[in-house]
């Protein structure tokens, strides 16, 4: 038998993975901020209506004065119906018994790929949100700040002021008061966390160090969701070939809205997510048996809209930093 010399740690040694650490690149979900701004409503139909009652009826004053004799004035309220349709996305993720036979302890394909499910589906509803309703035209008010009026502009810009008029607005056309700011990680970074309008507001008093809750107090507003969610926009390229370009999903833009959590009548809600849940499941993972493939396949549905539900709720700054 060969003898081999112990003073080199390679022969003592063989190298293994261990079993009770893996490394991955999946973000905290607490950078999600899609079903934070617009609360989810389950339904029990994929698509169906809802009321909006008419603002103007609310909003004009049409007491009249008593007088004896006379009948007192009538008046009513004005009612429309809004239309959701919960859209179907699924993703499946094919398991190799062979591979699963022999992998390693740490590797647990099965829970990586359950969980890799579950967050794309919550990548997606953030991506469409985006898309969908961090840009221009779509509330009630959207202004592009140009020039020394961005935020990364200290010695011109104020959002302090910006916000006052964005809160103005949605008083004016609605009644109520935002209670949001939702902005992208530059905006924050660059511009408001740094500000020295704000700043200045705690020099006296507090550290220089602004939080989102220091700042959403000087703004006049409950809180700030600072959407820091990443994706990859490179193409997919060929097994085995890395493909990356990581960017931030929200554009530099800042919203300010009115967020109502739970369901109720008469509710002053700038949107909500209507979430379809089909047999129960939900974001539930399916399972089920390829057999010609020799494989498990997990599987995984998401029916929902994103919707706006009074835009007047609303206010987008747009370009908000450089």
Aim: charged share 20%.
């Amino acid at each position: 038998m060969a003898q081999v010399r112990i003073s080199q740690p390679s022969n003592v040694h063989q190298d293994v993975a261990l079993s009770n650490l893996s490394i991955a690149y999946a973000q905290d979900l607490a950078r999600l901020v899609a079903t934070q701004v617009f609360p989810e409503v389950t339904v029990d139909k994929q698509s169906d209506k809802f009321y909006i009652w008419a603002r103007d009826f609310w909003h004009r004053s049409v007491m009249g004065r008593k007088t004896a004799g006379a009948n007192a004035p009538r008046h009513g309220l004005g009612i429309n119906t809004g239309v959701f349709t919960c859209e179907g996305f699924w993703l499946e993720y094919l398991l190799d018994k062979d591979v699963i036979a022999n992998e390693d302890a740490a590797v647990d394909s099965e829970r990586a790929a359950a969980e890799w499910l579950a967050y794309q589906a919550m990548l997606n509803r953030e991506v469409k949100f985006s898309a969908d309703f961090f840009v221009t035209g779509v509330w009630g008010t959207s202004t592009a700040l140009t020039g020394v009026n961005k935020w990364d502009d200290f010695d011109g810009s104020n959002p302090i002021l910006n916000a006052r008029t964005a809160i103005q607005t949605i008083e004016k056309n609605t009644g109520a008061s935002p209670n949001t700011l939702v902005v992208s990680a530059e905006v924050w970074d660059n511009g408001l966390v740094d500000h020295p309008l704000i700043i200045d507001r705690y020099k006296h008093s507090q550290k220089g160090i602004m939080t989102p809750e220091l700042v959403a107090a000087v703004l006049g507003i409950e809180r700030i969701l600072v959407a820091r969610a990443i994706r990859n926009t490179a193409v997919e390229l060929a097994e085995a070939t890395e493909s990356y370009t990581g960017a931030y999903i929200f554009a530099k833009n800042a919203l300010l809205l009115n967020v109502v959590a739970g369901v109720s009548l008469l509710q002053p809600a700038a949107g909500k997510s209507f979430i379809w849940k089909p047999n129960g499941l939900g974001l539930g993972i399916e399972r089920y048996e390829d057999e010609r493939a020799d494989a498990e396949v997990l599987r995984i549905r998401d029916y929902f809209d994103q919707k706006i539900t009074s835009a007047q709720y609303g206010y987008m700054y747009t370009g908000a930093v450089s």
